[in-house]
């Protein structure tokens, strides 16, 4: 089992719609989240962080389920901008800030 | 600020040949971190380094070596490529926690 999971779509959806995606990690005692986006053929940047209260930046929403172990990302009113790979990510190791990546949600917002 | 850097930006090799990846790093940053990144896999981090002088094995260490002889480079090395090292690899660094910022990323190709 992968320690992050992700669906890895496509997604395919009409500029101005929402859209979440979601994802599973594996170890419990994983401390710090976030997504981050990495566009085609380029490499990846910090999207945001995710806390345990949720958090938004913009039309981002960043949720957390410790219980559940489970961490969604809600886009609204999708942008062509949007377009790219949503990479979840989780630390556990607690030491030396060493990230494991999801292999990515693919999203295509279309005209 | 040029960020992070990494050369080449592209290579093949044959079986056999070895090669240096360079990471280089404009921040000041005391981490960094090699990954390799593969269709449906994620990004799998190779080896790390918490400072100058210091390297440490990450997820998928066999068959590379680093060095990190002075603070802002980082380097990668193949000493014998094989065609399962055929990859994009990804070089970042972070000082903030858990934010890595990453270079460009160099595509290799082992025939």
């Known amino acids: 089992r992968k320690e992050v999971e992700q669906d890895p779509g496509p997604f395919n959806v009409p500029e101005g719609a929402t859209v979440a995606f979601n994802c599973t990690y594996s170890?419990?005692?994983?401390?710090?989240f976030f997504w981050y986006r990495q566009d085609c053929r380029k490499e990846p940047k910090l999207l945001m962080s995710?806390?345990?209260s949720g958090n938004e930046d913009g039309r981002f929403t960043a949720q957390l389920n410790r219980a559940s172990q489970y961490i969604s990302l809600l886009i609204r009113d999708s942008k062509l901008s949007d377009s790219a790979t949503y990479l979840c990510?989780?630390?556990?190791?607690?030491?030396?800030?060493?990230?494991?990546f999801g292999s990515g949600t693919q999203l295509t917002v279309l005209p | 600020n040029a960020g992070v850097t990494q050369t080449p930006k592209f290579r093949v090799l044959k079986t056999g040949q070895s090669m240096t990846l360079l990471c280089a790093q404009d921040?000041?940053?005391?981490?960094m971190y090699w990954y390799r990144q593969d269709p449906g896999m994620g990004l799998r981090l190779i080896h790390y380094s918490v400072g100058e002088g210091t390297t440490a094995k990450g997820e998928v260490p066999d068959g590379y070596n680093v060095s990190r002889l002075k603070k802002q480079n980082f380097l990668l090395g193949l000493e014998s490529a094989a065609p399962s090292q055929t990859s994009v690899y990804f070089c970042a660094s972070s000082s903030a926690p858990y934010e890595q910022y990453f270079g460009p990323g160099t595509r290799l190709t082992v025939t």
């Open positions: 990510v989780v630390n556990h190791q607690g030491s030396a800030r060493q990230l494991t």
């Open positions: 921040m000041n940053h005391e981490y």
């Open positions: 170890n419990s005692a994983s401390q710090s």
């Open positions: 995710v806390y345990s």
